[in-house]
């Protein structure tokens, strides 16, 4: 026949007898079904007991994890770890002394309080160690592309001339439409806005000057750059990503490959490539606009055009200006695939580091430019 289930958990003093000193027996089930009602009771007996007062366990029922907590909370967790196995079977003795190992670690520190200005140094500081390892880890890519590029250099047949081909179709070929229609719109603008401002002096005549300086030296290749900032670097990170993501890098090196050599390279040679020649389509579409405006605005005549361009730019506007292509474009391809191999395995990480080299392809370009126009300034070129 079953045997009665014993009943809920109690606390019962029991008054000194015959010379015995008084004892606090422990009786009944000490489970999670009573916890409510033995919570209670072991507030009540004013936990933990003094460390004389004598603890009678015989009666002890049934005993869980929830019970044996009550149990350390109400003797004390050096009085649990002293208790005898004469005292209780071996696996509620174990039990019991086994919550109070977990229960005797260090209590957990509460998070100190900060202030708001401490917060927002604590997070300027995180973002520059962020940005100062960006860059190491730029630079350390710069130089493994280099060593690779220059190895690769002297052996013809390592030489992807296939991917360097389609490589500069993409990003040449299919971005003479967007580059030429941009700096041909924006090179309208600067005419129509210099010609609005110079009129006021009797100089409109020098819009011819203004349009032609903006776009030799700074407008032909910043737009350029930005646009392939935005357009093929984002596109690089996301093809490597994506490849890194399926695990197609691991088996490249799995078959004894070079991923820089043969991801890398191909797509630096043909930023090399495809951008002075997108920087020169730019300048010329910049000027076609500026004379467009010249032309239908201020009665400039396109023969009157092309004498003040030959007549007062010189072509040192248009090396300085072309000069800067094969930096920015190398810049761009770099960070574009290293942010590429930087993506984890989740489409989450690759479109994170999609945007995270425009960004940085865009912050870059400009960064540089401004520091060669300064240095161009001084040096009078």
Known sequence: MPQPPSPPGQLQRQPADAGQPARLAILGDWTLAHYTALKREVERAAAPLDGEQAIDL?????????GAGLLVE??????????????????????????????DGPPTPAEPKTSGLADVLADIGR??????????????????????????????????????????????LDAVPIVALLTFLVGAVVAFLGATVLADF???IYTVNLVAFAFL?????????????????????AQIGAMKANEEIDAIRALGLNPVELLVLPRVLAMLITLPVLTFVGMLCGIVGGLVVCALALDISPAMFFTI??????????????????????????????????????AQSVGEHTTSSVVQSIFVVILLDAIAALFFMEMGW
């Not at 009085?79 to 086994?98: D, H, I, N, T």
């Not at 010189?314 to 920015?328: D, T, Y």
């Open 309 to 346: 361009l030959q007549r007062d730019i010189s072509l040192n506007h248009f090396l300085v200006g072309l000069g800067k292509a094969p930096l920015f474009a190398f810049l761009i391809a770099v960070i574009g695939c290293l942010e590429g191999f930087k993506a984890s395995g989740s």
């Open 217 to 237: 030296r700074e407008f032909g290749v910043l737009l350029a750059a930005i646009l392939l900032a935005g357009r093929t670097a984002s596109a690089f990170a």
């Open 202 to 204: 009797g100089a409109s």
């Open 74 to 103: 109400l003797l004390g967790v050096r009085r649990v770890m002293q208790l005898g196995s004469a005292r209780l079977p071996s696996e509620r003795l174990a039990l019991l002394q086994l919550v109070a190992a977990a229960l």
């Open 58 to 66: 015989d009666g002890l029922g049934e005993l869980d994890t929830a």
């Open 127 to 172: 973002t520059l160690v962020n940005l100062w390892n960006q860059q190491k880890t730029l630079l350390g890519f710069i130089g493994l592309t280099l060593q690779t590029l220059f190895v690769t250099l002297w052996r013809p047949r390592r030489w992807r001339l296939t991917s360097l081909v389609a490589h500069i179709e993409r990003t040449g």
